[in-house]
């Protein structure tokens, strides 16, 4: 709680009072986690530690009061990061499934929100690399997938410019959401 009220300081109280709610859905969908998402011999990298937890603040902790002060914007980068960090991990659709429930019954009983208004995009991504300019990168919502698809193949494009071996890959949106 500490660590987010230093980051959150500069934002609007609004913001601000989503701590203990983005504390409370956080620990509750790792420890659920921790409960139905066993590894098994097929899963073995279904393990949650306390590093998951860092890692979803460590995100949400990177939003910018210039660009993100509005509650919305606080929630759809918690659900973001939610997917990044334990999401990430899920191979079958079940357990994407599982998963999409744990954020949802979040958002509704937790956040207080619609989910539907949440998830109004076809896709939730947060990056800060729309820009190449690094002193101006802020970590924010990404809106325009084919912008991000063309940003992320420019980026490729610069790799197989430099490097001798070139990685010859076709960058799609399912990929480029897992660059984010």
């Not at 139905?36 to 949400?60: E, M, Q, S």
């Not at 002193?135 to 992320?152: A, P, W």
Request: glycine share 4%.
């Amino acid at each position: 709680r500490t660590i987010c009220e230093f980051f959150y300081q500069s934002f609007d109280e609004g913001v601000r009072e989503l701590i203990p709610q983005a504390i409370t859905s956080t620990l509750r969908v790792f420890k659920q986690s921790l409960q139905d998402l066993l590894p098994t011999p097929a899963k073995c990298h279904y393990l949650f530690n306390l590093r998951d937890i860092w890692r979803v603040f460590l995100g949400v902790c990177s939003l910018n009061s210039k660009k993100a002060n509005d509650p919305g914007v606080v929630v759809r980068c918690w659900c973001h990061e939610i997917h990044r960090v334990f999401g990430d991990r899920l191979t079958d659709q079940a357990d994407l499934q599982w998963m999409r429930k744990q954020i949802e019954g979040c958002l509704n009983e937790v956040f207080d929100v619609d989910s539907k208004a949440v998830y109004s995009r076809d896709r939730l991504i947060f990056g800060s690399f729309m820009t190449q300019e690094v002193e101006n990168r802020f970590y924010e919502e990404v809106t325009e997938m084919q912008e991000m698809k063309e940003k992320i193949e420019e980026y490729l494009d610069d790799y197989n410019n430099v490097f001798p071996i070139s990685m010859p890959l076709v960058m799609f949106l399912d990929a480029c959401e897992h660059c984010a």
